[in-house]
Structure formats: C-alpha cells, structure tokens
C-alpha cells in the first residue's frame, strides 16, 4: 500500500468511512483542486460550501482510541494514551496480517514522517531551543549517557501493558522480531514461516524464545512505539465534556479524515469549522462555521480551548485548550508564526509614542519563561557574598536613612533548617509569564536567602502537624524596604542577565565535530546572509531581539520555498523570542520599581 498516491489514500478512506455510516461533503478533496502536488497537504473545496452545511461525519466505530481497552492491568492503571497508543499498535499489527483489516484505509492516510520534536536531531535541539524552557525537557527524554528516558518509559510503562493485552486479552497474537530485516519490522506470517525451523514444534520454540527474552523484551516494537507517540501526539483530540464522570473515556481520539485537517487559531479567517460530537450516536460531527469559497482550505483550530464555545453546553466541544507556542511545538511540531510576529512586534518594535496597552499582545498566549529556584538561590548567594550588601549600608547612612529608622542586618553565611523548610514549600521552577512577570513566589524566594535567621523563625511556626503553616507568601511590598528590596532586585536582575545570556546560540558548518552536510552547509551560508555575517561559517542568534524578530519576520515572508532546517529555527526562534519578552517585560517590572527610590 506505500505505493498508492495521496488522492488513492484519500479515496480509499472516503469509502471506507461511507460503507460504515459516514459522510464527507462531496465538495471535499485532498490536496489543492487545481494540482496534485502534495507538498500543502489539507483538505480544499471543489465547490461552494454554504454555511450550516455538514462536512464530515464519522461513526464512533470508525475512530480508533483506547476506550475499549482495560484501565487496569495488575496493580496498575492504564491512561487513556496508554490504551489509544496500545490500539494504535494492534491495529498496525493486524494490518501485517490481514489485507482487508478495518483500519487500514486509515492507517494507510497517516503520514510515513511526522512534523515532531522527536524527529529533530540532538543539534537542532541544543541550538534552535537553547535557553528554552522545551529544550530542558525534551533533550533529557532523548539523550543521556544510559540511554534516553523516552526508552526507560517505553520499558518500565507500555511493555508490561502490552504484555498484559497479549497475555490476558490475545492481543499482538503471532509477533515475532525479524533480527535480519531491519530494527522494528515485525514478520508477515509467509515471511515467518519461512524462518521457521519445520522440525521444531510449537511448544519447544515457545519455551525457547521465553528463554532467550526475544518476544518478552518487545524491543522491536520501540520504533512503532515511538511512530505511535508522534501520530497520537500531533493528530488525536480529546473531548471536553460537562460531565462530572471521571471514568468517562474523553481521550485521546484518532479521527480518520477529520485528522487531514490543517490548523488556523481559532479567530483567523481560515478557521471555517469546529469539530462536535453528536448526542444521539457519538458520532464525531464537523459542520461549516460560515460560508466555504470555492477553492478554499477547510481548516480548524487544533487549539480552540478559548475561542469556539457558543455551543459549549448543548454541544461540547473537542478542544486542547490555550496553548502557547512552545506546547504547540511539543504538540503538534508546528508554531504559529504569524500570530507570534504579530504579537512580539507590538513588544519589540514599539514606537516612542506606543502606550504601555500598545505594547501588550491581544488575545495571545504567550510562551512563558521558566527560572529555577536552584538559579534563583544561587545567584542570591553570590550577591550576599559580593560587597553589594556593604555598599547598600553605606549608600543608607549617607542618605540618613538608617536615622530614620530603616534597618540593615548582617547576612547569614548559612542556610538554617528554618530557612531550607521554608523554601522546600515553594515550587522549584517559577513561570514568568507575560501578563504577570511579577510573582510572589519569586520574591519569596529572594527575601528567604535574605532575611536574617530570627525573622524568619517569625514568619514560619515550625509546626510538623500543620505543615501548612509552615509557607508564606512574600508579596512585591517587600520591595519597599530599601536594603532587602535592593538585594531583591539586584539579584532578579543578575538572574535575568544570566537567563538572556543562555538563549545566545550559534550554529556553524562543522557540527558536533562533524562536516556539515550539504543541506546544514548551504542552510548555514544562507542563515548568514539574514544576518549579514560576511565571514568565518558559523552564524549567531539569540542576543538581539529586534534583529532576530526582523530575521523572523524575512523568513516568513520570503516567497522562496523553506526548507526543513529553516523551518526548525523559525519555530525554534519563536520559542526564544517569546520566553525572552516575558523575561524583558519582569527587567522591565523591575527597573520601574527601582526607580521609585
């Protein structure tokens, strides 16, 4: 089936889906009407569509998910991605096995490569989200030193699931590792038998591959694993519901045709469609929002937690919620680049004459920042040691404060147990995020590696019965007090500093001590030309706003085709910039407070 064309696939599944109850508009096509050229996948018009109009219905037969898998299996419990990703696996194991199998129509529509995260190489990972908040997770699930915790996981969690479905429920009945055809192929039964020694019978060979772990191991089924996480990541939905029932199945939901779908947030002119689910049979219902131009993509928000809701109590919606860019590209592996520059323009290349409100980004979710309380802690650490305190002391007598009445005291050169309790209660990573960059949290912080031992055995009853009592909230009034709100600030502004400093990244033609091939070579000649490097083979980023969001900008205009590479550093970039406005935008917050005194 890997040879059939796009429209064939399309065919194929467009029939399927009717012989089981389904519809699809008859206006719908694959591709463009006007070319069959895959590279813009989506689905278009072949006709005027009139508002109201239904597009597509599928049954709830026809949707592949996890629901009617077991939730439990021994001790444990099984998540709903668990049990779609063990469905999503049978149904391609029975594929090897049976040609006219339900689910191959769909199977044979999903794409052979997906736009993912994990699909980048360790390099782009380190360079296009440096500094990131994604790169911190994401790396540490592909590359360790004893193998990638994404494996680990595959180990500890889905192969005794598996295990369990094959034990108990027949599932994957018949699998076996072709050692010598490849890592991850699973042999066709002719191919089996072929391997097959005829003189060993059924019992002897059971007992011999329990023996040696092949089957047990299930290691050729990581690759599929890994396929499979990236098809339910970037192509299920999951069901928002009025119910109160936590058992109810809302999923993750695989949707054959309805996944060909290309994204639009939801207030762009390109989203003409929500997807429902019908009350009266379950079927999943998409249906046009407005009018449908000949010609025109039908798109929908794959993030419409925020905007398609007028049918929200009659008809509840399937909705991943208000995503930011940086969880759009860990989603679903794309970034909406147009509704950034849009936003990041208004905060980077704001005139004298903006306002303040000018400068906020409308309606956007912007990708927060994350700091460590560990960086945090030890940046508060450097500055206790630093002649800042001393400094502050004499700039207070000099301005008479101390005769007022304001205080200073000598640092603790120690972390108390009182102290370390204190900030054992607060979260170890601290958002930033755009709207409200300020948090008590990261004053709390601060004002803890500060305050002398005795205040804070004042501000926290070490009561181990009530731990409760054992946290406070640090508001930015803290900042009132001179000499602990000049520590405050001048610390936050040195942990700033040394955050910015981590988005600096480069890339150059020899990477990771390997010759560039020629796709990295002639992406990095023409990345150097956007930032007009005129020498060497390395180019820059991540230190000037402005000019990258101008690169940004140059990118997504250029009418020339992008290629992959260049794709990854816009979404990459994006990430960077966004999480660096809301870090400029608490610079900002503080800089307006250190001027009040």
């Known amino acids: 089936m890997d040879g059939l064309k796009e429209q064939d696939k399309e065919t194929n599944l467009r029939q399927w889906i009717l012989q089981n109850g389904g519809n699809i508009h008859k206006s719908l096509t694959l591709c463009t009407p006007q070319s069959l050229d895959d590279s813009k996948r989506g689905i278009f018009t072949l006709s005027k569509i009139n508002k109201g109009e239904e597009l597509i219905r599928l049954p709830d037969k026809c949707a592949l998910s996890g629901k009617s898998l077991p939730d439990r299996y021994e001790d444990r419990n099984a998540s709903p991605w668990l049990r779609c990703l063990a469905s999503l696996l049978q149904a391609r194991h029975l594929r090897n096995y049976d040609s006219s199998e339900g689910m191959n129509s769909y ?12 699909n980048w190489e360790s390099w782009e990972l380190r360079s296009y989200l440096a500094g990131t908040a994604l790169s911190s997770f994401v790396l540490p699930e592909l590359e360790t030193n004893d193998g990638n915790n994404m494996h680990k996981r595959y180990q500890s969690t889905v192969v005794p699931y598996l295990k369990y479905l094959k034990q108990h429920h027949g599932l994957f009945a018949q699998m076996k590792v ?25 019992d002897s060979r059971r007992q011999r591959i329990n023996d040696d772990g092949e089957e047990d191991n299930m290691d050729y089924l990581y690759e599929p694993f890994r396929q499979g996480c990236m098809c339910i990541s970037t192509r299920a939905f999951h069901m928002q519901t009025t119910s109160n029932d936590e058992a109810e199945y809302r999923g993750p939901y695989l949707l054959p045709y309805i996944d060909l779908l290309n994204h639009a947030p939801p207030n762009s002119p390109k989203h003409v469609t929500t997807l429902q689910r019908d009350p009266s049979d379950g079927s999943f219902v998409m249906c046009a929002n407005r009018d449908i131009e000949k010609g025109e993509e039908v798109c929908h928000s794959y993030d419409s937690g925020g905007a398609d809701r007028e049918n929200k109590e009659s008809q509840p919606e399937m909705t991943s919620g208000s995503l930011n860019s940086a969880q759009l590209l860990q989603t679903f592996g794309f970034v909406d680049i147009n509704g950034a520059i849009n936003s990041l323009s208004k905060v980077f290349c704001k005139d004298e004459s903006s306002s303040s409100d000018d400068s906020k980004p409308c309606n ?20 206790s040691l630093s002649t800042y305190p001393s400094t502050l002391r004499t700039s207070m007598e000099n301005m008479g404060l101390i005769d007022e009445g ?119 000649k023409f990345m150097q030309g956007m930032y007009k490097v005129t020498n060497g083979s390395t180019f820059c980023w991540g230190e000037k706003e402005v000019e990258d969001l101008t690169v940004l900008t140059g990118l997504n205009d250029s009418s020339d085709k992008q290629t992959d590479l260049v794709t990854k550093f816009m979404y990459g970039l994006t990430v960077s910039l966004e ?15 250190n001027t009040i005194r």
């Open 364 to 383: 956007y979710n912007m990708t927060p920042a994350v700091l460590t309380k560990d960086d945090i802690c030890r940046i508060c650490h450097e500055v």
């Open 178 to 202: 072709d050692k010598n055809d490849g890592a991850g192929s699973i042999l066709k039964p002719e191919a089996k038998r072929q391997r097959r020694n005829d003189d060993e019978d059924k």
């Open 579 to 593: 999480e660096r406005a809301c870090l400029l935008q608490l610079k900002s917050r503080f800089e307006q407070v």
């Open 107 to 118: 199977l044979d529509s999903l794409p052979s490569t997906y736009e993912s995260l994990l």
């Open 406 to 524: 304001w205080e200073h005291w000598e640092l603790e050169s120690d972390t108390s147990a009182s102290r370390q309790k204190a900030l054992d209660h607060l979260p170890d990573e601290i958002l930033i995020t755009f709207e409200s960059p300020l948090s008590d949290d990261i004053i709390t912080i601060c004002s803890l590696n500060f305050l002398p031992n005795d205040a804070i055995d004042d501000l926290f009853t070490q009561d181990d019965e009530s731990p409760e009592q054992n946290s406070v909230q640090l508001s930015d009034e803290v900042l009132e007090d001179y000499f602990l709100g000049k520590l405050v600030l001048r610390s936050i502004m040195e942990v700033i500093k040394e955050k910015m400093k981590s988005y600096h990244a480069s890339v150059s033609e020899d990477v990771d001590g390997t010759t560039c091939t020629n796709d990295k070579s002639a992406f990095v």
